[in-house]
């Protein structure tokens, strides 16, 4: 199963998402987000844990994420009520 991290698993504002086949492989593509993006050139063990620790698998069925049809309910019509 593939792996995923998301950065606001560890309660930050940041959209970043990675996905890959294995946790190592995963957490070496997190670090180099870490560094860059976080101003983490050395990263803490602690918060390497932490950031293993919030990684899950993706179930295999899993749709690709659907973005951009939320607000469109409200184009449903409404129905008329007689005089
Ligand atoms: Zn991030």
């Known amino acids: 199963m593939r792996k995923r991290f998301r950065c606001k698993d560890l309660g930050w504002k940041?959209?970043?998402?990675?996905?890959?086949?294995?946790?190592?492989?995963?957490?070496?593509?997190?670090?180099?987000?870490?560094?860059h993006f976080h101003a983490l050139p050395v990263?803490?063990?602690d918060l390497?844990?932490?950031?293993?620790?919030?990684?899950y698998e993706?179930?295999?069925?899993?749709?690709?994420?659907v973005r951009?049809?939320?607000?469109?309910?409200a184009s449903r019509p409404v129905p008329r009520e007689g005089p």
């Open 68 to 73: 951009g049809t939320a607000g469109r309910e």
């Open 58 to 65: 993706v179930p295999p069925r899993e749709r690709p994420e």
């Open 14 to 35: 940041c959209g970043y998402l990675q996905t890959a086949p294995t946790v190592t492989e995963l957490m070496v593509k997190v670090e180099e987000h870490l560094r």
């Open 48 to 55: 390497r844990q932490r950031a293993e620790s919030v990684v």
């Open 43 to 45: 990263l803490p063990a």
